[in-house]
């Protein structure tokens, strides 16, 4: 047993589906359920049922979940601590981003970083906001930039920094596509690309409530994890997607972004943008980078 065959096993129990499991790990399906099976064989337990149409976890792999959880976060907060332990000399700033902020805030920020901080070296892990705050906790990261949860780890610091932009998603030749602006009336009969809730809550409430606050139903038409992969659906037809405005920058051919009229009262706080890092913890690089951002945060936000 190693320690990628229980993150292996955590991520498909998460999904309970071994090809999005295998994509948030970075790595083919054939690897994970490698992975997994020789973690089944070592333990000499079935932790999935597995047919051609469905996983679910049998009462064991349901038992055992949270004790995976716990060993991986052990094992990386013992990383953590060796990784600190070799001098500050060496220290490269970790820090965790969505997919929009990873596509539009983050590659902007470093260039001003580049140019007015060249000593703050920084590795990006894009991650969706449900993972990016286990391993703030673990220490495998210093700061994140995230959609903070409705219920927010007391343990955790969440500094907003803006409201990010809705915009549609849709085909160059859709009837709406030369419009300047579109309101959730204009979508009421639509077909929708919607991302799965456990995975991206945030993503997936804010398209469901601005229909409910105008009195209408979302006609979901396809459930997509990824923003690149939703962009990319809207290109083949499969319908229209509400997503942030730095989605654009994925640049898919024959796809254009349209502003979403969002009416007085609409809800906003699924398209906060938040830096998050671990309260009470002193951290200089993390401290000058946070500064950094602050004193650009305005030039940031008005592309946002």
């Known amino acids: 047993?190693?320690?990628?065959?229980?993150?292996?096993?955590?991520?498909?129990?998460?999904?309970?589906?071994?090809?999005?499991?295998?994509?948030?790990?970075?790595?083919?399906?054939a690897s994970l359920g490698r992975h997994i099976k020789q973690l089944e064989d070592n333990l000499d337990v079935r932790l999935f049922q597995r047919t051609t149409r469905s996983v679910a976890l049998t009462e064991i792999g349901t038992s055992l979940l949270e004790d995976a959880r716990a060993?991986?976060?052990?094992?990386?907060?013992?990383?953590?601590?060796?990784?600190?332990?070799?001098?500050?000399?060496?220290?490269?700033?970790?820090?965790?981003?969505?997919?929009?902020?990873?596509?539009?805030?983050?590659?902007?920020?470093?260039?001003i970083l580049r140019e007015e901080a060249p000593e703050i070296a920084v590795q990006i892990i894009e991650q969706k906001t449900i993972r990016l705050l286990p391993r703030l906790l673990s220490g495998g990261l210093d700061i994140a930039f995230c959609r903070p949860p409705d219920?927010?780890?007391?343990?955790?610091?969440?500094?907003?920094?803006?409201?990010?932009?809705?915009?549609?998603a849709l085909r160059h030749d859709h009837p709406l596509a030369d419009s300047s602006l579109i309101s959730i009336a204009d979508l009421a009969e639509e077909p929708l690309i919607v991302p799965d809730r456990r995975s991206r809550p945030h993503s997936h409430d804010l398209t469901i409530k601005l229909f409910l606050d105008a009195g209408l139903t979302a006609r979901v038409a396809q459930v997509a994890d990824e923003k690149q992969t939703i962009v990319n659906l809207v290109a083949e037809g499969t319908g229209l997607a509400i997503v942030p405005r730095w989605?654009?920058?994925?640049?898919?051919?024959?796809?254009?972004?349209?502003?979403?009229?969002l009416p007085v009262g609409a809800t906003r706080s699924k398209l906060i943008l938040a830096a998050a890092w671990t309260r009470g913890t002193r951290d200089p690089v993390r401290d000058a980078?946070?500064?950094?951002?602050?004193r650009h945060l305005e030039t940031l936000e008005a592309t946002a």
């Open 1 to 29: 047993m190693d320690i990628n065959q229980l993150k292996c096993f955590i991520a498909a129990a998460e999904t309970l589906h071994f090809g999005r499991a295998a994509q948030s790990l970075d790595m083919l399906p």
């Open 71 to 111: 060993l991986v976060t052990q094992t990386e907060a013992f990383e953590s601590r060796v990784r600190d332990m070799r001098g500050s000399e060496n220290r490269v700033l970790r820090v965790g981003a969505i997919d929009s902020a990873a596509a539009g805030l983050v590659p902007q920020f470093l260039a």
């Open 151 to 168: 219920q927010r780890d007391p343990r955790i610091q969440f500094r907003t920094l803006f409201f990010e932009t809705a915009v549609v």
């Open 247 to 261: 989605t654009a920058r994925f640049q898919v051919s024959g796809v254009r972004f349209v502003p979403l009229d």
């Open 289 to 294: 980078f946070l500064d950094l951002l602050d």
